[in-house]
């Protein structure tokens, strides 16, 4: 996936683009309006996260000069009053708003459900063992049956498919699965694996746990 | 209103005033002429009458002889029903009389017609008399006719005439007065059209009166108009700084909040990760309460002047809920709505605040893996939105404690809040019309019902 990220403030810029990346996502960051324009103009991206306030300009705006057949979704980053703010945005043609200071597993979960939402055809297969794994819709289907995973269980195999065969600690995991306001020790990290240990048992998939250093997905 | 009174009411009655006066001029005036032409045509008949019994004088071998022709009372009977005398005196002695009258005791000249008021018996009597000269022997004798009648028939005439006037007078009266409220009304009209142009007005509608005022109602408009940008540019100011202090508050913060998570990540060393998470803890309280601040102002300042508009709380709720889903999606916590549609009316932005700050509020204390169940539906006169969470409850803590600004519940210890949530809830509810009650869910969890009036 390739994401555009409006934002000029560089620091907070680096620290998304960097979570974002983290997924093995392409993020562009443009500082200005006028950057964004060249970007879009060069480029073909999946999800554009916008800056309301930008120094040459009103995101929303921008949103609202959009070309008409425009189909990239947009996510707001707003830091203005919420309720003003909000409104407007989802008026204007966002697909979806953030406040900040946000959360990045939050900002994570609303970027995944508006590319679920607007994703439709596009489908990111990967295999699982015998099963395929739908990375946009987050949906695994073995042999055309679905496989029931709950959101968190759904994300773990995110994160374990994107960094196949390597060792991901049990804090690597905390960190991308759980928002901070909750308060998670990384034993309940153990309790997830199991779920989804059991639920890829029958295709073949397995999570393997490297002592002392944390798990792995083994797919032979 | 009260105040300087009706306008409308003081033209009335000034018009209503003058035209009671008109009325009763024309009665006096109708009266009186009335009164006039019915005396005047009695006068004409007792002359005429007087004349033909002058005519009927005759000298008879040197004698004065009258026959009285009766044809000369008979235009008097027909005028009324009055009595009638006469009296013919020839050279000073009675020729002849019905006794009523004596003739006058000093009868006008020759070819002179005279008319008096006599009374006779306790009645006016209206006596016509002409003297006329009759050759007798020895010489030329004048004889004095006269007539007489009571004016009985001519009150009477002047009362009806009198009284139909009088009614006249009274249809007239009412007819000005009904015409004057008609009137003073009108007259107004564009006065009460540019108060209702503004009654009409939305919240945020602040753009200056286009009518065009009469004359005298111009420096009023004026001063309306100006009134009216003055409010709109301090709205403005007011919406742009709570804007402006939000995004100079959240900016920062997003940065620190941003950096503690980049340098959670790094930390090798658990103590140090545990005060990256204090930090981060501590930047989304503060980001919080200035949300919610913010948010409150915003929404007590709207309500002042509420949006009226037709909205439905399903749709409003389906927006929240799948606002909130992704949030919730981190916790595996499943939004479950089961919505009916609830027409009511008011301002979108706010109800759409209240109820998030619920969700949110169910979404937070609900733990992972739980459901959050929103049912809106109808109940007799109230549209009405239900968010039941499977979360602590409400504990021992009394229901308004949780409404009541920047007050928490006791188990609310190791939850990110302000304590402001519900507090918005409540009042934007109760800005609608509504209610919002709290209570603890039977199987566990806390229930909030919004309660709104049904539109």
Known sequence: MRYLLVEDNEELAQAVKSRIELDGHAVDHAGTLADATDCLAAAQYDLILLDVMLPDGDGRDFLAARPAGSQTPVIMLTARSQISDRVGALDQGADDYITKPFDFSELEARCRAVLRRRGGAVSNDVDVGTAVFDMTSGMLTSDGQVIDLRNREMRLLEVFVRHKGQILSKSHLVDRLFSYDSDITENAIEVYVGRLRRKLEPVAARIETVRGLGYRLNTK | ?455
């Open chain 2, 1 to 455: 209103m009260k105040g300087a009174g009706s306008i409308t009411r003081r033209l009335t009655v000034l018009l209503a005033l003058v035209a009671a006066l008109l009325s009763i001029l024309s009665w006096l005036l109708v009266s009186s002429f009335a009164q006039q032409a019915a005396e005047r045509t009695q006068d004409n008949i007792l002359v005429a009458s007087a004349n033909i019994i002058a005519e009927a004088l005759r000298s008879v071998d040197g004698e004065v002889r009258l026959e009285l022709p009766y044809s000369a009372f008979s235009m008097l009977g027909a005028v009324s029903e009055d009595r009638v005398f006469y009296h013919v005196m020839a050279d000073g002695r009675t020729l002849t009389g019905n006794g009523g009258i004596s003739g006058p005791a000093d009868p006008p000249a020759r070819g002179v017609t005279r008319l008096e008021t006599v009374t006779h018996q306790g009645d006016a009597v209206r006596v016509a008399s002409v003297t006329r000269v009759v050759l007798a022997s020895p010489s030329a004798v004048p004889v004095t006719v006269s007539v007489g009648q009571t004016r009985n028939g001519v009150s009477q005439i002047t009362r009806e005439l009198s009284r139909q006037a009088a009614l006249l007078s009274v249809v007239f009266f009412i007819l000005a007065v009904v015409l004057s409220a008609i009137v003073a009304r009108t007259s107004l009209r564009q006065l009460t059209d540019i108060a209702d142009a503004v009654a009409r007005r939305g919240p945020s509608d602040l753009r200056p009166l286009r009518q065009t005022p009469p004359e005298e109602l111009a420096p009023l408009m004026t001063s309306l108009n100006r009134l009216i940008e003055r409010l709109a540019r301090s709205l403005r100011q007011s919406e742009d700084f709570i804007a402006e202090a939000a995004h100079r508050i959240r900016t920062p913060l997003a940065t620190v909040r941003a950096q503690a998570e980049i340098a959670l990540r790094n930390a090798r060393d658990p103590g140090q990760a545990q005060h990256m998470r204090q930090i981060i803890r501590a930047v989304d309280e503060s980001s919080r309460s200035a949300t919610q601040l913010l948010d409150h102002a915003t929404v007590a300042f709207r309500a002042e002047q509420l949006a009226d508009a037709e909205l439905d709380l399903a749709q409003i709720a389906q927006a929240a809920t799948a606002s909130l889903q992704p949030t919730a999606d981190l916790k595996d916590i499943d939004i479950h709505l089961v919505a009916t549609p609830a027409p009511v009316r008011g301002d979108k932005l706010l109800l759409d605040s209240a109820l998030r700050n619920v969700l949110d509020n169910a979404v937070k204390y609900s733990p992972p893996e739980t459901q959050v169940s929103v049912v809106v539906d109808q109940a007799e006169t109230r549209a009405r939105i239900t968010v039941t969470d499977r979360g602590p409850g409400l504990g021992d803590t009394p229901a308004d404690v949780y409404t009541a600004r920047f007050q928490r519940g006791t188990n609310s210890a190791g939850t990110v809040g302000s304590g402001l949530g519900l507090t918005i809830a409540r009042d934007v509810v109760e800005a609608h019309g509504g209610t919002l009650e709290l209570s603890n869910h039977k199987g566990g969890g806390t229930c909030v019902l919004l309660n709104l009036p049904l539109a």
